[in-house]
């Protein structure tokens, strides 16, 4: 879940980006260091700390660092599907998530699973979206979407914005 504070895409001063791409957790994650960065030598504290939704990029991309030291031939476009489209269950136990698509225009998104049915907290998901275009022809452009999914009982609800490039037909 994205905190109301933290950035969201597409980006309207250049909407063929879509950024965040990957986010991580989000509302007080903890990162810390053992080197003051004041350079206070009098202190008694053996660790600097802080909280914020930036701390989540280190993490991201220590998991990243070990993929990548796990399967030293993998791009970064293969480790990135490792944790993006996996779906973890914060709700209760036993909840369920039914998915809404805002489709892009011009395009066709299907989910090979419309439903989310989770039988306990943490639980992971693995779910698969597919684009296709609907007409062809037109130019090349950005075309921007919503996936989202809402809890059954409509306390949670999480939203992934979509962004698609529009490649010309043959």
């Not at 109301?4 to 250049?14: E, K, M, V, Y």
């Not at 136990?93 to 039988?119: H, K, Q, W």
Request: proline fraction near 6%; hydrophobic fraction near 40%; include cysteine.
């Amino acid at each position: 879940m994205v905190s109301s504070f933290s950035s969201r895409g597409p980006s309207l001063a250049s909407p063929s980006i879509l950024k965040p791409d990957v986010i991580g957790p989000s509302v007080n994650i903890l990162a810390a260091w053992p080197i003051s960065v004041e350079n206070k030598t009098n202190s008694r504290l053996t660790f600097n700390t802080v909280s914020g939704t930036s701390m989540s990029c280190p993490h991201l991309s220590g998991i990243a660092a070990l993929l990548k030291s796990a399967h030293p031939n993998w791009s970064p476009a293969a480790i990135k599907p490792t944790y993006t489209r996996t779906v973890t269950n914060v709700g209760e136990a036993n909840s369920t998530y039914d998915s809404v698509i805002v489709a892009p225009l011009g395009v066709n998104v299907t989910l090979n699973a419309t439903r989310l049915e989770f039988s306990e907290v943490n639980q992971k998901i693995t779910y698969q979206v597919t684009f296709s275009r609907v007409a062809t022809g037109g130019d090349a452009s950005f075309v921007h979407g919503i996936l989202s999914w809402t809890s059954s009982n409509s306390i949670q609800f999480v939203r992934s914005p979509v962004s698609v490039k529009l490649v010309r037909g043959k």
